[in-house]
């Protein structure tokens, strides 16, 4: 049933022509960059940094796009009318990850609105998961392909094939009007799931993310990166915040995701083929409400906090970022006729068109690092002043965001953050420099990923069993 769905809806199989404005839009990204490069090697003074200039402006035009959108976090936001309690099923998708999903069920359990089913969806787990789930919640071995338990928690063993493909086993064995997506290494709030079933009493809400804190291992690696983390995660789901008041969010975060499951099924559930499942499903959705005139649209709840497990080195970092930028690329390729396409309105028109640009961003980038770097060794004084004033001045707005962005979170989701002032400020004269170049790399690296074509979903570490509201 998910299948033909998806053969019949996704993009990747109907293979829509390709508009006028979405290669002009594309192509322009492309040209620009290829003329600023060459402008280094034939422009004199500031000039032949031309792509620095553009780089830093883009990205203050974004800063400055989200600082608009989420001013209104100012003020407490009106409650939601509450309507008829809806079922609500959370599916647990673990693949070797007996380390963290005791303490990911147990996190459920402790919840104030209890979910009505939670679904260990087993992707043919090899370590002591099996054993875990008989020792702790008795329940015993299904066959391969199978379900057992009758009670609030089951199991559901797969044959190992993927997130994807086991979400999408693990969704025809639920009835519950929506679907809770978590991943094993993250722990909600207690709160977070009343929050998350609250939120879908919106008329025509079929996708939420929850607001997610990064949590790393405790060596000096694991801490510097969990520190960086913590600000980039503050700035993006403010930034997903910003795009959800234009009605163009399209990146919800699987590892902590809430759907309505009959809009799941309709347009054929997760895409095994995808390396980002959850961010395209969200285009496959938005897409399908548009061409059906339905008003679909998806949200961030910062009432609904959890924290999971991100990368602490930077060959782990740089593997996750690898994944995420080429299954963003692949996706961006998949649904290349919206962009620019007026039929579904700032999706197409706004939304779209940034993530064009941001397919080349981090070329951008490392190529105004490289210049910046040969006008250092190189001893070109005449072009570092300039550049160092438009690269101080960068900072500066950095580290006002920053700081802005620490008190906006505090009012939006709460305290639940490690993030404070005086760690703001140095992570805004360091992050230019360290941070920000490794994501650059890892998603330059998520082009060669894409190219080829690799997918893997891989295991994590075990998290700390601290509240995830701590």
Known sequence: MLDAALHAISPRFTRPPTPVASLLIHGGVFTIWV??????????????????????AYDTFLLAFTFWQTLPLRRAAPPLPAGPRQSLAVVIAAYNEDSVLEATIAALLAQTDKPDEI????????????????????????????????????WLRAPHGGKARTLNLAIQHLTADLLLTVDADTKLAPDAIAAMRHAFDRPGLVAATGVLAPHCDSSL?????????????????????????????????GAFAGFRRDAVITVGGFDPDCMVED?????????????????????????????????????AFLRQRRRWFGGFL????????????????????????????????????????????????????????????????????????????????????????????????IASLVEPFTFQLLRHLGACWGWLFFLTGQRSWGTRRAIKKTSAAS
């Open 279 to 315: 961010y395209e499903l969200i285009h496959r959705l938005r897409r399908y409400g548009y061409d059906h005139g339905l008003f679909w649209h998806s949200a961030v709840i910062g009432a609904a906090r959890a924290h999971t497990s991100a990368p602490g080195s930077i060959p």
């Open 35 to 56: 003329l600023l490069f060459l402008r280094a090697f034939h422009g004199g003074g500031l000039a032949g940094w031309s792509i620095g200039i553009v780089y830093v």
């Open 119 to 154: 679904l260990i969806a087993d992707d043919g787990s090899t370590d002591g998961t099996a054993a875990l789930l008989q020792r702790v919640y008795a329940l015993p071995p299904p066959p391969l392909g199978g379900i057992t338990g009758s009670g609030l928690i089951r």
């Open 221 to 253: 690696s694991g801490r510097l990166f969990e520190w960086f983390q913590t600000y980039e995660y503050i700035r993006n789901f403010l930034g997903r915040f910003a795009w959800g008041r234009a009605d163009s969010l399209l990146l919800i975060s």
């Open 330 to 425: 692949q996706t961006q390729l998949w649904y290349r006729d919206m962009v620019g396409a007026s039929k579904y309105h700032r999706l197409g028109l706004w939304m779209l068109p940034v993530k064009a640009a941001d397919t080349m961003q981090p070329i951008y980038g490392l190529c105004a690092f490289a210049l910046l770097l040969d006008y250092i060794f190189t001893g070109r004084l005449a072009v570092l002043l300039p550049v160092g004033v438009i690269i101080f001045g960068k900072i500066v707005i950095d580290l006002a965001f920053h700081l802005w962005s620490i008190h906006l979170y505090r009012r939006w989701a709460g305290a639940g953050t490690n993030a404070n002032f005086a760690l703001a400020i």
